[in-house]
């Protein structure tokens, strides 16, 4: 595919997201060179909270991988930020998404491509600079909760109408990849990217429903404080429910 210009950047002319799919290695190759521009364009300047939040954000960003390149995920951002480039808010969660197509493509200016092309098919609408429409996506996940496996709904909305209110946000903003912060491969993240990729919000809904599914057991038995945490590592649960293995706590570090 071709590369052309616009007043938001630079993009990839006719390019199916999907071919990234052919992109994945499990292996790490050279250094990409960073071809990025690694000064901003002319224009009204970014605000220094948001530079200094990416700035925080990338250095946490799978801290423990001494191979990952965090110079360009760091670029990156900071182009898809820009008022004259992506113009896209920039919001906590987003380096970890970035960061899975980075090193899953091992290119910046592709990944600064295929990203801006995500970013204005699926996200756009829903992730303002307040995060406005988040709210819309909270309430459709929570709708097909309802209708698809209402007894769970029934019981999270009874133990804590807050937690139904706002649930699916974290995973929203993230889709799960910030699950690689414990592990570098994960085959069950890579293949709901794909379907999110290929189908978009209803296909990632989709997913979030299987693993509801298989969780439904141990949520019903757990209640208001213990419900909460559950639902905060709702995904790594969710993915060793079906088979995923992670690190114990100890090897991580983490919770």
Known sequence: ???????????????????????RTRHKSKQPQNTLPTKQKKGK???????????????????????FDHVSLEQILRNISHPKMGNFAYY????????????????????????????????????????????ILSHTLRRLLQIFLPRLAAHIDRNDSLIAGSMGANWILTLFTNLKKYKPHIRLLDQILDIFIAKGWIGFFKCVLVLFYYLEGDILSLQSDQLLMFLNKFGRKGFEKLGEKFPSRSSTGRA
């Open 1 to 23: 595919p071709k590369i052309y210009k616009n007043d938001r950047g630079t993009f990839l002319k006719d390019a199916d997201p999907r071919d990234i799919r052919m992109k």
């Open 45 to 67: 300047p970014k605000a220094k909270s948001v530079e200094n939040d990416i700035s925080l954000d990338v250095k946490r960003t799978f801290a423990n991988r001494k191979d």
């Open 92 to 135: 906590q969660g987003l380096n970890y998404v970035i960061g899975y197509f980075l090193e899953m493509i091992e290119s910046p200016v592709e990944t600064y491509n295929i990203s801006m092309m995500l970013m204005e098919t699926y996200f756009r609408k829903y992730v303002g600079r307040n995060l406005d429409g988040l709210a």
